[in-house]
């Protein structure tokens, strides 16, 4: 790494070359895998080391856990914890509109990376070091030069907008399954190296292939199905539930009672000075009231107006306006079926000894609750 972050120009070829003038024999192959962070998160899976999200399942439970990634390690490696210090401004709250077109909707807060230029760093170590400093900004050199002097750029393909993008996952390792184009057609591919399957004590093939055009008409009739005559009623009831509650009514109704509270506490504070109570503490009273009362009416203003909740007759109306929702499913662009796939909170697995898949739909995933479709042929398994 010495070398590497020294010399920034030189491949890993020429590293090699001057490890064995030193008298370093190492072959080429080791010192590519050494600064290749795919390579060493398959050696350390190999290994049998557990991953961060395996080593501690209680802050993880969204991840898996079957397998160091190449972003873990490259997480790991740029982490200026570990040297010791800490480290403070490495994201920021950005507030991002709902809508640019309709302001009135209120915005969000997302969280993005800083630049590392803008991390703030303490003074003095503030826990126990794991690697010294100066390892760490060879490691940092070293994957600059990568950045600089990688593989040259290739001409990638034309986008193709899979319409199962992030929908999909293997049924044997849980995992989403990553998109790809296969002699001209889009398939979904869940790839699990030797290692992997050894480490996790599964039986998993090397590569998993599904065409999603295998996929696209059973999809569409399931969801069309759910607005059939006998599924309509069943189905508008579950949208309806499913909407969010509209909490910015409920904080600008707490917030208006307490400004009468405040009111009610200043004509008290007002009548005590009357009475004849001591000027200096009931002013402070006062002070105090109107500063919170102040506070409470921003608070108001800054609320955003929340979108109102449609009643079941709203949404019949509107489905039946759409007319033949098979036919407008069918018809609609990959782009757009594809999002109406993300809002509907679409989830399909795939079990590749089987040849079946599974679907299911989670309505109410926005809000933390689990309103899922599940009457009927709404939770369909189909053979492949």
Known sequence: MRLAS???????RRIHGEL??????????????????????????????????AQDRARNRHRSGVAWTAVAVRTILMNP?????????????????????????GHTNLARWNPAEKWIMSKAPSHEAIVD?????????????????????????????YVFRGCLFCGVCERRMQSQIN???????????????????????????????????????WLASAFSPT??????????????????????????????????KLKQYRAAL????????????????????????????????????MTAEEIRELVTAVGDIKAVIRAAQPEDKAEIYRQLNLKLVYEPEMKTVCASVDLGAHRGENVCVRRGTLTPIWRI
């Open 6 to 12: 020294e010399n920034s120009g030189w491949g890993y």
């Open 20 to 53: 064995l003038v030193l008298g370093v024999e190492v072959a080429a192959s080791t010192v590519w895998d050494i600064l290749n962070d795919a390579i060493i998160a398959e050696r350390l899976t190999a290994a049998k080391i557990p991953c961060p999200s």
């Open 81 to 105: 914890r570990y040297t010791g210090y800490q480290v403070w401004n490495k994201q920021r709250t950005d507030e991002v509109l709902l809508d640019v077109n309709d302001v009135a909707l």
């Open 133 to 161: 400093k100066e390892v760490f900004e060879q490691v940092q050199e070293v994957m600059r030069h990568r950045a600089r002097y990688g593989a040259p750029h290739r001409q990638h393909r034309t986008r193709h907008p």
């Open 183 to 221: 002699h001209g057609a889009p398939y979904y591919r869940c790839r699990y190296p030797a290692e992997y399957a050894a480490a996790n004590r599964i039986e998993h093939p090397g590569n998993v292939y599904l065409r999603e055009d295998a996929l696209v008409g059973p999809v569409d009739d």
């Open 231 to 264: 599924n309509i009623e069943h189905t508008i009831t579950v949208m309806t539930d499913a909407q969010p509650a509209d909490l910015t009514a409920k904080q600008k109704g707490e917030a208006q009672r307490a400004i009468v509270v405040c009111d009610g």
């Open 274 to 309: 009357d009475a004849g109570a001591d000027p200096a503490v009931v002013t402070g009273w006062i002070a105090e009231t109107r500063a919170e009362r102040a506070r409470l009416q921003r608070q108001i203003i800054k609320t955003p107006t929340g979108q109102p909740r």
